[in-house]
């Protein structure tokens, strides 16, 4: 008698699990799909070059970087971190109606010059990685952050820092030990020099990348992994494989807010 109620218990159980499952599986179908783009700038010049052996995608002016801000306000975007990204992302907290990130790349100095007084000015949060082997340094006529400018842009809230790597090369032609090793070396630096990290975000160099690549930087403590181009949707969201737009010379706000809405 006992044993025929303990299966009328185990059924019970097991079909209270399966109506738990559905329930759970058209509650997430149901949820909106959010759009969640992340745009990438580099250095900034008061100045626009005639000439420029990048084609100009990786320089801006502070002058369009505002522009940019003051749009993308204006359109009702939530400028928000990579650890509010993390935090919606596994379910913390709401992803807002219209997110945005904003990074950038390689650590110059004129990300402090230029575009902190412009982030506290309108209040709006950012990312920067940054290479470790440069900071403090000046390099082919490019000066680049010093450790002193990333602690006071940490500790105003509005800039978070993260690995660019150690010495901004070719990940994907690299053994995965030394891989392993210049992300695990970047991070002890910057722990360091700016104190622990509990989220740890990793921008590949070039966007150069393996499937070994991703699968080793996962497994030695990198959360997220930042390094192709295009949209992030908030129903499929993967933290191995973060997608961005990369913001040439002077586009503008409303080309921005296009290549938003015209992505899918």
Known sequence: MKKRYLIIILVLLLIFAI???????NRKSKKTDVKVPILLYHDFVTT??????????????PQSYEENIKVLLEKGYTFISFQELNDANSGKIEFPEKPILITFDDGYYSNYEYIFPILKKYNVKVSIFIVTDKIGKEIDGK????????????????????????RHVFYDKLSVRMIRDDVIESYKIIEEKLGRKN???FAYPYGAYTKETVWTLKSNGIDMQVYDIGMNYSNDFNDDYIKRFNIPCEMTGAEIVEEINSTN
Do not use: R
């Not at 005639?50 to 801006?60: E, G």
């Not at 952050?145 to 790597?165: A, D, K, R, T, Y």
């Open 19 to 25: 109506i738990l499952a559905i329930f759970l599986k």
């Open 48 to 61: 626009v070059p005639d000439s420029d052996p990048d084609n100009f995608n990786y320089i801006n002016t």
């Open 143 to 166: 000066k680049y952050l010093s450790w002193e400018q990333c602690i006071e842009m940490q500790n105003s809230g509005l800039v978070e820092i993260f690995s660019h790597s150690k």
């Open 199 to 201: 989220l740890k975000v």
